[in-house]
């Protein structure tokens, strides 16, 4: 059975970095994309960050670039979301994600599996 389990979340002020991490086990995504999502509360789950496990290619979405940062440990089967610079804005239920498939994918429907979320709240 696959499961994806992140930590890392919390209360801080902004400004204040975070970082969260995503462990897979039963299977490993080393050659897929996983990603993170995040879904602050009446809005729509939206795209944070992905990594291209086999290359090492990652991509963001505009409102994170430059302050965001996915990386991937395929020795652990973990991967990581290092937050920096955050803002209330980003404040939201965040979320990894996991497809078998390598490719860029930024849409919730083209992952496969999922963790169960982890709340990150900053405060201004």
């Known amino acids: 059975q696959v499961q994806l389990v992140e930590s890392g979340g919390g209360l801080v002020q902004a400004g204040d970095s975070l970082r969260l991490s995503c462990a897979a086990s039963?299977?490993?995504?080393?050659?897929?994309?996983t990603g993170w999502f995040r879904q602050a509360p009446g809005k729509e789950r939206e795209f944070v960050g992905g990594?291209?496990?086999?290359?090492?290619?990652?991509y963001y979405a505009a409102a994170v670039k430059g302050r965001f940062t996915v990386s991937r440990d395929n020795a652990r089967n973990t991967m990581y979301l290092q937050m920096n610079s955050l803002k209330p804005e980003d404040t939201a239920l965040y979320y990894c994600?996991?497809?078998?498939?390598?490719?860029?994918?930024?849409?919730?429907?083209?992952?496969?599996?999922w963790g169960q979320g982890t709340q990150v709240t900053v405060s201004s």
């Open positions: 039963g299977r490993t995504f080393s050659n897929g994309t």
């Open positions: 990594i291209i496990g086999s290359i090492g290619f990652t």
């Open positions: 994600a996991a497809s078998v498939s390598a490719a860029i994918r930024n849409l919730p429907w083209q992952y496969d599996y």
